[in-house]
T-cell receptor, first 112, second 115 residues
Framework: GQQLNQSPQSMFIQEGEDVSMNCTSS?????WLWYKQDPGEGPVLLIA???AGELTSNGRLTAQFGITRKDSFLNISASIPSDVGIYFC????????????WGLGTSLAVNP | KAGVTQTPRYLIKTRGQQVTLSCSPI?????VSWYQQTPGQGLQFLFE???????NKGNFPGRFSGRQFSNSRSEMNVSTLELGDSALYLC??????????????FGQGTRLTVV
């Protein structure tokens, strides 16, 4: 099925560093969602974006809905050990009956 | 407000058996989606139900089926289990069609192991 191109696939950083990851699509989306998943748990919604160009923050996390409506990025500032996990992007196209399309995830490891 | 509840959390089944997993969505949510997740893989979409009707279906064999009840609770069933069905099965609920809100909220998942 259709998937989003999410990059990077994995990251290993030092505590305190900033992190950036992004998702791109060949088609236009009306909604972008960013999730974080801890091992053995379900993904937790971090940020939802509904408008092209929208920039939204949630604590140290900032996400943007690309102007072209075909991409989105997530930044994490001043990373801490509990930021470890897998981050997923998801997009929803036009129409109420379309399902969410998912990226394959970015695995983040933080070295204390 | 209670979150999405999935039962059971863990399950061990033998190849060839069948299994039923349950999902209770957030109160007021009418859409329930199911996903399969295996190590190193993303979320593989199984199906979505809205108001007791299957609205979308992923590329899984007919051994995977689901249903939704009038109270929005959902079950998924896997018959004739295979070793490759071992995975974390996730349920997500959302408000659903017509609301313009597509945020999905996940349960903790059911870890199925087929031996």
């Amino acid at each position: 099925g259709q998937q989003l191109n999410q990059s990077p696939q994995s990251m290993f950083i030092q505590e305190g560093e900033d992190v950036s990851m992004n998702c791109t699509s060949s088609s236009i989306f009306n909604t972008w969602l960013w999730y974080k998943q801890d091992p053995g748990e379900g993904p937790v919604l971090l940020i939802a974006l509904y408008k092209a160009g929208e920039l939204t923050s949630n604590g140290r996390l900032t996400a943007q809905f690309g102007i072209t409506r075909k991409d989105s990025f997530l930044n994490i500032s001043a990373s801490i050990p509990s930021d470890v996990g897998i981050y997923f992007c998801a997009g929803h196209g036009a129409g109420n009956n379309r399902k969410l399309i998912w990226g394959l995830g970015t695995s983040l490891a933080v070295n204390p | 407000k209670a979150g999405v509840t999935q039962t059971p959390r863990y399950l061990i089944k033998t190849r060839g058996q069948q299994v039923t997993l349950s999902c209770s969505p957030i109160s007021g949510h009418r859409s329930v989606s199911w996903y399969q997740q295996t190590p190193g893989q993303g979320l593989q979409f199984l199906f979505e139900y809205f108001s007791e009707t299957q609205r979308n279906k992923g590329n899984f064999p007919g051994r995977f089926s689901g249903r939704q009840f009038s109270n929005s609770r959902s079950e998924m069933n896997v018959s004739t289990l295979e070793l490759g069905d071992s995975a974390l099965y996730l349920c997500a609920s959302s408000l659903g069609s017509g609301t313009g809100v597509f945020e999905a909220f996940f349960g903790q998942g059911t870890r199925l192991t087929v031996v």
